[in-house]
């Protein structure tokens, strides 16, 4: 009870402090009006308007704002990304050379760009020297691939964090080593900020180079509303906006009014087509590890429905037990099928599928021919049906 004695002086002493908490004599709340605490009124500081903060923002000249800035070339990015799981060895290192292997795998069936150490990735889960350096090592993975196909193989590096801060550090980083763009989140713990410092958190990654911005609100428990979005569309740096929350129709109104070329991907494998429709360019997708050809193909918004049901259930089943569980899952059966022997490691809390849980997911793969190879069209004609 230490802290009692920090408090403002008033009649009441450490001693009878809780046997008047037994009485309930602390029962009533500080008087106030309902204006004063409600939780949005958190939003904006007094005297603090979101266009005043994006105008002090933008003033590089501000020494309030600490501003130090870089304005790089908007990226060309592919429609379609994987979101790249980290592999690990059995000794739970990160297993580089099955990273190198699988963009390698990934880019042979059409894949020209890769999100790496985003969520799916599991960011959360490594040091900041191994996040640095499977980034580092991606970059040079995709800039050898790319002078051997002669084809440029894009990579955007997540940089997500909880502080405004770290997020910052890897985004400069990320860009210093050469990575294309920068994934970021906001603060996924800190809920109660204003939108004012939301505007911050990200305002200060986008200082260091091209960034999406990712809006997943069932996962980080903070909305980025369409105004916030709407500020950092300011940012010379800003790419655009994954999409998870379903609201693609509203984003691509407001940036069809800007015209300044920003983009949206879906984030929601099992919504690609919908979202393609409603203006999102392609989607950064787990599923894209498992049948790029499929995400590929569905992104192309087909008009044969049996892709785009394909492309609904693959989602399904890659989600089924849980992300990035099942796609490691999947990537190691899919190893097994092609003769490689490979135990793979995890980090806790993640967890392995369950013998029963592989079972099913291995059959359900052979239906739309991924784990057995089938060929691709006549796999999504024959084998979709059936496991309705």
């Known amino acids: 009870m230490q802290f009692l004695h920090h408090l403002p002086s008033s009649n009441v002493s450490p001693s009878n402090f809780l046997f008047k908490l037994e009485l309930g004599e602390f029962s009533t709340l500080p008087a106030h009006t309902s204006e004063e605490l409600h939780m949005p009124h958190l939003r904006t500081a007094p005297n603090e308007s979101l266009e005043a903060v994006v105008e002090s923002l933008l003033d590089t000249t501000n020494t309030n704002e600490n501003i130090s800035r870089r304005i790089l070339p908007r990226p060309e990015l592919p429609n379609v990304m994987p979101a790249l799981p980290t592999m690990y060895t059995a000794e739970n290192q990160i297993d580089y050379p099955a990273q190198e292997k699988l963009m390698r795998d990934l880019v042979k069936q059409g894949i020209r760009g890769f999100v790496i150490m985003g969520t799916t990735g599991e960011s959360s889960l490594v040091s900041f020297e191994e996040h640095e350096e499977a980034v580092q090592r991606s970059i040079v993975t995709a800039r050898v691939i790319s002078s051997e196909i002669n084809e440029p193989i894009r990579i955007v590096a997540g940089s997500g964090a909880n502080a405004t801060a770290e997020q910052k550090r890897l985004s400069h980083r990320a860009m210093n080593m050469g990575a294309d763009a920068t994934l970021l989140l906001p603060p996924y713990y800190v809920r109660e900020q204003s939108d004012a410092n939301m505007i911050r958190h990200f305002w200060r990654a986008l200082d260091e180079g091209p960034g999406i911005i990712y809006r997943v609100t ?171």
């Open 218 to 388: 069932s996962r980080t428990g903070r909305e980025i509303s369409e105004e916030i979005i709407a500020h950092l569309t300011k940012h010379p740096n800003f790419v655009g906006v994954k999409e998870c929350d379903g609201r693609v129709i509203q984003l691509h109104q407001m940036f069809e009014d800007t015209q300044e070329g920003h983009q949206i991907w879906s984030g929601e494998d099992g919504e690609v087509v919908r979202d393609r429709t409603q203006g999102a360019i392609g989607s950064i997708s787990v599923t894209a590890n498992v049948h790029p050809e499929l995400v590929l193909a569905a992104n192309e918004t087909s008009s044969d429905n049996r892709v785009n049901r394909a492309a609904e259930y693959l989602a399904a089943v890659t989600f089924k037990f849980g992300n990035p569980s099942t796609v490691h899952a999947i990537a190691e059966m899919v190893r097994q099928a092609h003769g490689e022997e490979h135990i793979r490691g995890f980090r806790l809390p993640a967890r392995a599928l369950i013998q029963a849980q592989r079972t099913w997911t291995i059959e359900a793969l052979k239906r739309v021919g991924v784990v057995n190879l089938a060929d691709f069209d006549d796999s999504l004609i024959r084998n979709f049906d059936r496991m309705r």
